[in-house]
């Protein structure tokens, strides 16, 4: 089976850098996908890892240590509009559309001005 | 965006009744799911599927069934709904490459009374 865990909630202030962890404990292990959801809406696809290190995309960063079971994603220069809930996902086994996605509960993050 | 659309996106019915939700894709994308969504619970897999008339159970799959019977469809049905299948459901699609994320409709929000 798949055990995800993430803060609930976190706040933090425009302009600033927010750090979302992901600690996972899983039977097997196909990567890492970070989405991001705002209120009423669909899941949007943000980040994917399956190796060590930091992958970097514009604002977000998601970083993954398999050994440690952890990732977390990384907001720079936060904006308003990034407040959102922010769900971390564990594909299991095979390399191929059989295995699944194991989500978070998420983390809401709260931006204030 | 992916070309995904869910039907209906809102719906009230009563407990004991059928219900159909539909998920129209036009990717032609292999793969496709349904998810539910609870406060306190995040993203729970339903039900999946790998190919026309091939699926698979997902986490939550008691009281739900589904059918494929052509690449663009995939139907999620309660046989006879209850109060506790109150939820948002998601549908989502992926190419199965193992590096590419899923991508999810826009919901159907479901409410038993």
Redesign the interface.
């Known amino acids: 089976g798949q055990n995800i865990d993430q803060p609930t909630e976190m706040t933090a202030t425009e302009g600033a850098i927010v750090q979302i962890n992901c600690t996972y404990q899983t039977s097997g292990f ?2 890492l ?1 970070w ?1 991001q959801q705002h209120a009423g ?5 943000l980040s ?1 890892n ?1 190796l060590d290190g930091l992958e970097e995309k514009g604002r977000f960063s998601s970083f993954l240590s398999r050994s440690k079971g952890y990732s977390y994603l990384l907001l720079k220069e936060l904006q308003m509009k990034d407040s959102a809930s922010y ?1 971390c ?1 564990v ?1 299991d086994g095979g ?12 983390t809401m993050l709260l931006v204030s001005p | 965006d992916a070309g995904i659309t869910q039907s209906p996106r809102h719906k009230v019915t009563e407990t004991g009744t059928p219900v159909t939700l539909r998920c129209h894709q036009t990717e032609n994308h ?2 496709m ?1 349904w998810y539910r969504q609870d406060p ?6 339903i039900h ?1 599927s ?1 190919g026309v008339k091939d699926t698979d159970k ?2 939550v799959s008691d009281g739900y069934s589904v059918s494929r019977s052509k690449t663009e469809d995939f139907l999620l049905t309660l046989e006879s709904a209850t109060s506790s299948q109150t939820s948002v459901y ?1 549908c989502a699609i ?3 490459y ?2 590419q ?7 159907t929000r479901l409410s038993i009374l």
């Not at chain 1, 390399?95 to 996605?101: D, Q």
Request: hydrophobic share 25%.
């Open positions: 196909n990567g996908f989405y809406e669909a899941p949007t696809f994917y399956v769900l996902a594909r390399n191929s559309g059989y295995s699944t996605l194991t989500f978070g509960k998420g | 292999r793969y799911y306190g619970h995040g993203l729970r897999l999946y790998y997902g986490e998601f992926s190419d199965g193992s590096n994320p899923q991508h999810f409709g826009d919901g």
